[in-house]
């Protein structure tokens, strides 16, 4: 399998976040709703998966198989075509960085790509979560409670914390994405930090966007309650991809040496 070395990478990372942020936001838009789409496709799975193993049975096996099914959204974002604002808030921010765009160009992606990832989110879990009653059957229903009030039961502070180790590792996900060079490599390079940070339970925006507007359209939860873990996750995503992937390997290998 072909292979871009770290130094490479960073540099392929500031070419795709300027790339983003110059996109027609008609584009962005639409590839922006894709991206929520199918994140949210990939938890469906995990719940449809797990949500009838018995936890006293299976334990964290049943975290586990959730978690290897879970990378198909980011593996469609990446392959197929898609704009995530948690990649985004590392690749774009990257470019950033290195001067090849301009702070209104990272601001506008990141606005237009969160409200479009809602959107592309909020789909699936109506219609198909709710409508089609995917999340809102038997177990699955218990399922799909059971996460989002876990994660609106974290405080502010903890929720912030779980979305740095989140888009930290859903960045290396991103990074390791483009350091191959081929399908498989890139499929690999995406499945094995997603499959942490989903087995871990650390906190994502995007992820977020599905399961508890899933919870809420089946009478639990309320929208101010989703909004409070929102802005928490949200800025620890932020910091978890902007800092510790973005800035820490700009400074490794892209910022110019004193």
């Known amino acids: 399998m072909a292979f871009n070395p770290p130094k490479k990478t960073a540099r392929l990372a500031v070419e795709h976040g300027a790339k983003k942020a110059n996109l027609p936001i008609l584009t962005q838009s639409i590839l922006g709703f894709l991206a929520g789409a199918f994140v949210a496709f990939g938890f469906l799975l995990d719940i449809r998966v797990t949500g009838n193993l018995p936890v006293e049975i299976w334990g964290s096996m049943g975290s586990f198989i959730g978690a290897s099914v879970f990378p198909v959204g980011l593996i469609f974002v990446l392959l197929a075509g898609g704009e995530l604002l948690t990649g985004n808030m590392m690749a774009v921010?990257?470019?950033?960085?290195?001067?090849?765009?301009?702070?209104?160009?990272?601001?506008?992606?990141?606005?237009?790509?969160?409200?479009?990832?809602?959107?592309?989110?909020?789909?699936?879990?109506?219609?198909?979560?709710?409508?089609?009653g995917l999340t809102e059957t038997g177990p699955y229903l218990e399922a799909?409670?059971?996460?989002?009030?876990?994660?609106?039961?974290?405080?502010?502070?903890?929720?912030?914390?779980?979305?740095?180790?989140?888009?930290?590792?859903?960045c290396l996900a991103v990074w390791l994405c483009y350091a191959a060079d081929d399908v498989t490599g890139k499929i690999l390079g995406i499945w094995f930090p997603i499959m942490a940070f989903v087995a871990i339970g650390f906190q994502h925006v995007v992820a977020n966007m599905f399961v508890i507007p899933a919870a809420i359209f089946a009478g639990y939860f309320t929208w101010g309650e989703y909004l409070i873990?929102?802005?928490?996750?949200?800025?620890?995503?932020?910091?978890?991809?902007?800092?510790?992937?973005g800035g820490l390997y700009y400074l490794a290998y892209i910022r110019e040496k004193v």
């Open 93 to 132: 921010t990257t470019a950033r960085f290195a001067g090849k765009i301009k702070t209104t160009y990272l601001i506008k992606n990141w606005t237009i790509v969160a409200i479009t990832n809602f959107i592309g989110s909020i789909f699936v879990a109506y219609f198909f979560g709710h409508l089609l």
């Open 144 to 170: 799909t409670v059971a996460i989002a009030e876990a994660k609106i039961a974290d405080p502010f502070m903890l929720a912030f914390l779980s979305g740095i180790g989140a888009n930290w590792l859903v």
């Open 229 to 245: 873990n929102f802005v928490a996750v949200f800025l620890g995503n932020a910091v978890g991809g902007a800092f510790f992937v």
